[in-house]
């Protein structure tokens, strides 16, 4: 190992890091991915945006992004105090990582989901402890626990920290809500008896929440430890821009406030945003669509012999009863159709494919029809 490497914290070189799904720039590929939108964000974003280069882009942004703060108050019912502004959800994910969770402590994360958590556990130096989701997706007393849980997936562990013992305290606790990959959604009184029982923090992850049927947004008010991510990447259009939001009490956000960079937020993020999320009619006639071509992707997935779980999220996540995943993944790619296979130890592979355009999902029927 070189010099320069040596220099490294002791948790960085051993970690795997967080590998984002396939971007490729060349070639006509049909993208089903990565859950970005398969349709243009609202126009009034590139109007906005285009106001903002027009005003000049010398001077710093608005450090808290007031003006989207005050639009997302207004339409989720919360006092702009209660909102924090980050660039893209997982800036929010870091930021609340960082404030709460210290090195040699634990972090608590269901498994399988996001993989970005355990990587935030990793650069804190701290465990993250992974407890399974049972057969039907819900999670039992093991999540809640304050002890370290029983039944969990061996997470890699980088700290320095002697192995866990009940001693070991545990800071923060995340909840994908729809879950991915399984798209999965737990009903929000679980959610608020599992956060009654944490003895820490418990962060929402709500990115696929406004193509579902409810969400968690009240418990912020109702559970004193309840936080809500949100982001405008999924359901606005926006993966291209980078913005997302925090919903916490306010004691808290101005805490937050403190960990996140001095301007995480540029003003064209800022402008698009705003405008975004202040269309609430584009979004709900983009909903709308999703879910009438998640509906048909289901049902044709099915037809074709896959096992589908019924999905709240803009993506479907499914395993074939005779065709393996992985080769499934392959022959698609090979015809520039991108789904992602994912496999997780100890649970299973599979294939998320995310709710394209009516065309594009005809499209993939179409060559899967051959394959399987």
């Given at each position: 190992m070189s010099k320069i490497l040596t220099?490294?914290?002791p948790e960085i070189v051993p970690m795997r890091g967080y590998t984002p799904g396939e971007q490729p720039r060349g070639g006509k590929y049909i993208k089903l991915n990565t859950n970005e939108n398969p349709y243009p964000s609202s126009p009034?974003?590139?109007r906005a945006i285009g106001m903002a280069i027009k005003d000049g882009l010398q001077k710093y942004p608005d450090?808290?992004?007031?003006?989207?703060?005050?639009?997302?108050g207004q339409i989720y019912g919360f006092d702009p105090s209660w909102i924090l502004c980050g660039n893209g959800s997982d800036d929010i994910l870091t930021i609340v990582t960082r404030a709460f969770?210290?090195?040699?402590?634990?972090?608590?994360?269901?498994y399988p989901s996001y993989i970005l958590y355990k990587t935030l556990a990793q650069l804190q130096g701290a465990e993250a402890e992974e407890v399974r989701f049972t057969d039907d997706w819900r999670l039992d007393e093991r999540f809640s626990d304050s002890?370290?849980?029983t039944g969990i997936v061996a997470a890699d562990r980088v700290s320095t920290a002697s192995a866990s013992t009940g001693a070991t305290p545990l800071k923060l606790a995340f909840l994908p809500n729809p879950n991915s990959p399984s798209g999965t959604f737990i009903p929000v009184e679980e959610v608020r008896q599992l956060a009654r029982r944490l003895p820490c923090p418990l962060l929402v992850d709500e990115a696929y929440?406004?193509?579902a049927e409810d969400n968690c947004l009240r418990l912020v008010r109702e559970e004193e430890n309840v936080l809500v991510s949100r982001?405008?990447?999924?359901?606005?259009?926006?993966?291209?821009l980078r913005f997302g939001f925090l919903v916490a009490r306010p004691e808290l956000i101005e805490q937050l406030i403190k960990v996140k960079d001095s301007y995480n937020c540029d003003a064209l993020s800022l402008a698009g945003a705003t405008a975004a999320i202040d269309d609430q009619a584009w979004l709900a006639a983009n909903r709308t669509r999703i879910l009438a071509t998640r509906a048909k992707l289901i049902a044709g997935l099915r037809d074709l012999g896959f096992d589908v779980l019924d999905s709240h999220a803009n993506f479907v996540w499914c395993t074939h009863r005779q065709q393996a995943s992985q080769k499934l993944y392959l022959r698609l790619k090979e015809q520039q159709i991108l789904v992602r296979y994912m496999d997780y130890p100890g649970w299973g592979d599979g294939l998320r494919i995310t709710v394209g355009t009516d065309e594009q999902v005809e499209a993939a029927f179409a060559l899967l029809k051959a394959m399987v």
């Open positions: 220099a490294l914290r009034a974003v590139q450090p808290l992004g007031e003006a989207f703060r005050v639009r997302a969770v210290g090195q040699g402590e634990r972090l608590r994360l269901p002890r370290p849980a929440a406004d193509f982001t405008l990447s999924k359901s606005y259009a926006l993966a291209g």
